[in-house]
């Protein structure tokens, strides 16, 4: 069982940055693969970002690459969204997850584990 915390969101002007954060607890965290995944109102949940187990290897969603990058630190069981040049667009509220597995994926349902969501809103 892995349960997930998100924080950092809030509102930003576009062009300004944020850094989203989700903990982890539970003792397979360290050795799953993660993801960020974004949902704007109206519209499914996306797939953002993910990493996998040892953060040697990530995917972004096109339209955040440049832009966002992710990052994980096992000793802290934490993983990290720092989003850069943020648009009117990226307002969402953004989803960490947790795979079952240590590789990183992109889509909804390879992830078990989610946390309850935090606000980004970013105004023009």
């Known amino acids: 069982q892995v349960q997930l915390v998100e924080s950092g969101g809030g509102l930003v002007q576009a062009g300004g940055s944020l850094r989203l954060s989700c903990t982890g607890s539970g003792r397979t965290f360290s050795r799953s693969g993660m993801g960020w995944f974004r949902q704007a109102p109206g519209k499914e949940r996306a797939f953002v970002a993910a990493?996998?187990?040892?953060?040697?290897?990530?995917s972004y969603v096109d339209s955040v690459k440049g832009r966002f990058t992710i990052s994980r630190d096992n000793a802290k069981n934490t993983i990290y969204l720092q989003m850069n040049s943020l648009e009117p667009e990226d307002t969402a509220v953004y989803y960490c997850?947790?795979?079952?597995?240590?590789?990183?994926?992109?889509?909804?349902?390879?992830?078990?584990?989610w946390g309850q969501g935090t606000q980004v809103t970013v105004s023009s």
């Open positions: 997850a947790a795979g079952q597995g240590p590789y990183l994926a992109e889509t909804k349902g390879e992830y078990v584990y």
């Open positions: 990493i996998n187990w040892s953060g040697h290897s990530t």
